[in-house]
Antibody, heavy 123, light 110 residues
Framework: QVQLQESGPGLVKPSETLSLTCTVS??????????WGWIRQPPGKGLEWIGS????????YYNPSLKSRVTISVDTSKNQFSLKLSSVTAIDTAVYLC??????????????WGQGTLVTVSS | QTVVTQEPSFSVSPGGTVTLTCGLK?????????PTWYQQTPGQAPRTLIY???TRSSGVPDRFSGSILGNQAALTITGAQADDESDYYC??????????FGTGTKVTVL
């Protein structure tokens, strides 16, 4: 059973960089079958896709509205992938979730999710 | 920028049927968008109900079904139960590795 767990600071100051890590267990992040992504949900609001990464090609895909501030990377030695979001403001306050994306056979959906971690942007 | 629209809320009686829709502000939804439907209760991660338009995820009751209705994706709950009271999100794949979440629909069962 694949499990994902987010970790990182729960409080980030405005204008600084938000950094989170997702640790994957029960499966390899270097599997050629899957992508790995980040999604966020501001308190009381809907879900927003941030971006995804495909380890085997090194390709990354980002939400156009966040592209200039987002970097997703992978550390295969730790079976982890990470999110960095720069120049944060209060509107970046949200629960951040990591997930596995399955494109096999034309599925194209997030099949396993972490529980999420709340990041608050405040001075 | 792609905008995916959903009804803000729906109310359904226990045992009743409700159909939620998922549209594009500009254009039509087709199977090529591989519509996915997630169910989310407060404080929990989303749960996959339907992927690739109409494929039920493992363990999902058959009262949940997905389809394309006209120019929108649709999720139908037939025989609604109290524990179906949740938020429902659709997601469309728009190509180039990009997924777009809908605005979400809050379903109340009463």
């Amino acid at each position: 059973q694949v499990q994902l767990q987010e970790s990182g600071p729960g409080l980030v100051k405005p204008s600084e960089t938000l950094s989170l890590t997702c640790t994957v267990s029960g499966g390899s992040i270097s599997s050629p079958s899957y992508y790995w992504g980040w999604i966020r949900q501001p308190p009381g609001k809907g879900l927003e896709w941030i971006g995804s990464l495909y380890y085997n090609s090194g390709s990354t895909y980002y939400n156009p509205s966040l592209k200039s501030r987002v970097t997703i990377s992978v550390d295969t030695s730790k079976n982890q992938f990470s999110l960095k979001l720069s120049s944060v403001t209060a509107i970046d306050t949200a629960v951040y979730l990591c997930a596995r994306w399955d494109p096999r056979g034309g599925s194209y959906y997030f099949d396993y999710w972490g529980q999420g971690t709340l990041v608050t942007v405040s001075s | 920028q792609t905008v995916v629209t959903q009804e803000p809320s729906f109310s359904v009686s226990p045992g009743g049927t409700v159909t939620l829709t998922c549209g594009l502000k500009s254009g039509s939804v087709s199977t090529s968008h591989y519509p996915t439907w997630y169910q989310q209760t407060p404080g929990q991660a989303p749960r996959t109900l339907i992927y690739s338009t109409n494929t039920r995820s493992s363990g999902v009751p058959d009262r949940f079904s997905g389809s394309i209705l006209g120019n929108q994706a649709a999720l139908t709950i037939t025989g609604a139960q109290a524990d179906d009271e949740s938020d429902y999100y659709c997601v469309l794949y728009v190509g180039s590795g990009i997924s777009v979440f809908g605005t979400g629909t809050k379903v109340t069962v009463l």
